[in-house]
């Protein structure tokens, strides 16, 4: 199957002309036309149920009994993934750093560090962290705890 395609450079007066441009998409399109001829052929005689046996599916429950490598991470969401503060979806890379909406824990979260980056104290006055910071120490028996600040 040949896959490789002529690079297209958009004319600038310099490089490929218009006619140049549009003979290299012609001849693209009928390598894709070839490569499409070749898969067709290879799938004769193969029936839709063992397609669907021979591939993972993305709109239907799946398994495999193979390990399955998720080495450049999970992206979920409707409409993909966006970072940051006004971001949607959710992601998972490849070091297993994640970044989503909200998280919902039906037993108990155990972690080495907790940072978080709001912090309101109410006892006479009430104050709002501007940065972040870490829970140093929790006294379980007194329910108090010690808050380490960091400017943001």
Request: charged content about 30%; some cysteine; proline content about 3%.
């Amino acid at each position: 199957m040949d896959n490789e395609f002529e690079q297209i450079v958009p004319w600038n007066g310099a490089q490929d002309t218009g006619r140049d441009v549009r003979m290299k998409w012609q001849r693209n399109f009928e390598r894709i036309k070839i490569s499409f001829e070749e898969i067709s052929e290879k799938l004769k005689g193969i029936s839709l149920e063992e397609l669907q046996n021979m591939f993972l599916r993305k709109d239907a429950p799946d398994s495999t009994k193979f390990l399955l490598s998720l080495f450049k991470g999970v992206v979920i969401g409707k409409d993909g993934f966006a970072s940051g503060l006004t971001g949607f979806g959710a992601k998972i890379d490849e070091y297993g750093n994640g970044e989503m909406e909200s998280l919902f824990l039906r037993r108990s979260l155990t972690v080495p560090l907790l940072v978080y980056n709001r912090t309101d104290v109410q006892m006479g006055d009430k104050w709002r962290a501007p940065g972040c910071g870490i829970i140093d120490s929790v006294d379980l028996e007194n329910k108090t705890c010690t808050l380490k600040l960091e400017d943001g």
